[in-house]
């Protein structure tokens, strides 16, 4: 049987100055408006794909940020329910197998699952600062599944249950919830955005 292991990058960030970090933002910012603008139904153009890993480093920057943030809290972030989360442990052997359709597939199901359960975890937090987070997350997620609409793959269908779905886990603390959120991004959608073919394509 194939070791299992979790991949996600170990690589510590760069130590940037403010006036760096400052103008990265706003570069980010207009990003994400043609992300939005490119993948707007009934738009004519071709969409364009993004293939810029300096968002999704931001995304998992802020899903650390996130994490740390809910260690602090206790009895006003909890799930009033379990709830279905991907699993992050990746089999490289397995996962080569799999063709460029089946692994958008596999990371289109994990971002659908992470947004339901993050919006049940909403529902219950009553500590503002925290929602603030979890808001924010979220809207990293929709602009996520809005990339990888721009690299061609084909359009998602949300399965009509989590009963029986592969692939999956449950969760039942928020503090859990965060941490599979934070790895689905370092590994399994890191994985597929490297190895996009449009984004190969573009290199070329």
């Known amino acids: 049987m194939a070791n299992r292991r979790t991949y996600w990058s170990n690589h510590a960030e760069p130590v940037r100055g403010y006036a760096d970090t400052a103008m990265e933002f706003p570069r980010l910012f207009a990003l994400l408006l043609l992300v939005l603008e490119w993948t707007r ?23 650390r940020d996130a994490e740390v943030a809910m260690k602090s809290c206790r009895e006003e972030c909890g799930l009033t329910e379990a709830a279905s989360v991907p699993q992050t442990t990746v089999n490289f052997e397995d996962w080569e197998k799999k063709n460029a359709m089946e ?84 590994g399994k959608v890191r994985l597929l955005l490297v190895d996009a073919q449009a984004c190969q394509q573009e290199a070329s």
Not at 46 to 61: K, S
Not at 142 to 155: C, E, K, P, Y
């Open 41 to 63: 139904p009934g738009l004519p153009s071709p969409l364009r794909p993004i293939c810029d890993l300096r968002v999704l480093n931001h995304f998992i920057q802020e899903a």
């Open 103 to 186: 692994q958008a597939q596999e990371v289109q199901t994990g971002l659908w699952l992470l947004q339901q359960a993050l919006s049940l975890l909403q529902t219950s937090m009553t500590n503002s600062e925290l929602n603030s987070h979890i808001d924010n997350v979220i809207r990293n997620l929709q602009s996520i599944t809005a990339v990888l609409r721009s690299l061609n793959f084909q359009d998602y269908t949300p399965p009509a249950s989590t009963v029986g779905l592969e692939g999956t886990w449950r969760v039942s603390t928020a503090a859990e919830l965060l941490q599979v959120h934070l790895n689905f991004l370092r």
